[in-house]
């Protein structure tokens, strides 16, 4: 019978990939483009070169903010998506008043509420002299407690994305609630979460932008106290927009990327 | 110390006027039952008719709102001493549900672990046994339950009767003094369903105390000592497989059998 079929190697759908102009990321490239065109004008035109070395130097805070505050948001929040969906009603009270109180304000009016209030306020009740803590730490304290109830939810949703039954298989099991939740819930929501958490850590690196209110000198406040004394709006402010989109272009296409890698590996 | 003498003689599960409601629906009303050592007992009925629910009561899993159920002389629900109920505490609660296993229709396993970190992750977090020890442990019963080579895959790589044996070598791992079946094959390609109900016939033959919500007769006729049929929440007609499948005396169960035995 076998040998009365074609060679099986005819059967076999072809292994190289066929270009297919609908799936293709005709996007991408032109994202690519602009900042292609962007990094030319930088290395060709004196102006450019100089205004990209200015804004340059802002990259370190920029990167520091950001990392710093998404790794503290991350265990801030990962504690509050737990008070969230906790059995106590105090814990649970206060975890979802929080969250709701953050996401209610708009996040420039909580950095500026947090910075300039409730820090003074925290350091004098503590017998601290708030003018000690700098500007760059209440800028990360800002966006780590905004942050914090944005990952929170994260979190909440991951853990009730998994269902009932494996809490009651790790509870008939003789696992306390808290074992069940470290040794079989969180490991599997944080697997489903990850592609959000990416989300949030590309949020953060823009939303580091806002801190430039306090004079924390990141890129964009680097920028704007440079066009205060050079005027060239529109080059400044191109090349301080190719910066950003550089950074979350890049952040997107890793985060896919392990994404992907995950995903192939899932068991 | 008296009760060291009686423990030969008592049920290893004694329910008493058992009930349960979600909101106004009447799931368990005034359920009594009994399981002995050693015994097999079935529990049949149609969906809806509270014998899930029961089998949920048994460890706790779901609270029931009113009655008794005690596991090997221990009070699972509030336990009346001097006038006062008193609920038994948290600790107490696992280390009874760490004695009574439960295999589930969906099976349960643990997806983000291999099979033998399934079958190892209450011996050391709940016993803790050693990794080796619980390793030891857990091929042992994977020898058992016929899939040794499958220890260090994950479960969803698995079949459903291979994921549903799996799920049964986890909760031998415990030792338990009974093990809760809750649909165990309905969730099974037909061509699976032998295979697990193998496994469950060698530990009923072991002497293992189990209680099966199945409808899988040639299991009731091999194994179980005892076949409940519910209905409505209530126990509706009680005795051995001969008896409730052979002649059936309410109406309720000759219409039910009729339907499910064609």
Redesign the interface.
Known sequence: MAADLPPSTSLKPPTKKRFNWRTFPWWLVAIGLIIAYMGFRIISDPVYTRIFETILTGLGATLMVTVISFICALILGLLLGLGRVSRNVLIRNLSIGYIEFIRGVPILVLIFTISFAIVPALSNGLGLNASNVSLTVRAIIALVLIYAAYIAEIFRAGIESI?R??M??????????G?AMR??IL??AF?NVLPALGNDLIAILKDSSLVSVLGVREITQVSRLSVSSSFKYEETYFILTAFYLTMTLVLSLLLQWLQRKMSSNV? | MSTKLATANQPMISISNVSKFFGDFRALDDVSLTVDRGEVLMIVGPSGSGKSTLLRCI?Y?EVPDAGEIIIDGKHVTPKEIDGKFVRLK?RGL??I??????V?Q?F?????LTVLENIC??QQ??RKSSRSESEKVARGLLEKVGIPEQAN?????LSGGQQQRV?IA??LA?QPKVILFDEPTSALDPEMINEVLDVMLTLASEGMTMVVVSHEMGFARKAAHQVVFMDGGTIVEQGTPDQVFGAPQHERTKLFLSRILH
């Open positions: 269902s039954g494996q009651e298989a790790a509870r008939s099991l003789g696992l306390t609630h074992q040794y079989v490991p599997q697997r068991h | 460890n899993l948290e696992n280390a549900r760490a004695e009574v296993g439960m589930f969906r349960e396993l643990f997806p983000h992750l209450a977090k709940v895959k994950y479960p969803p790589k799920a986890r909760s415990m």
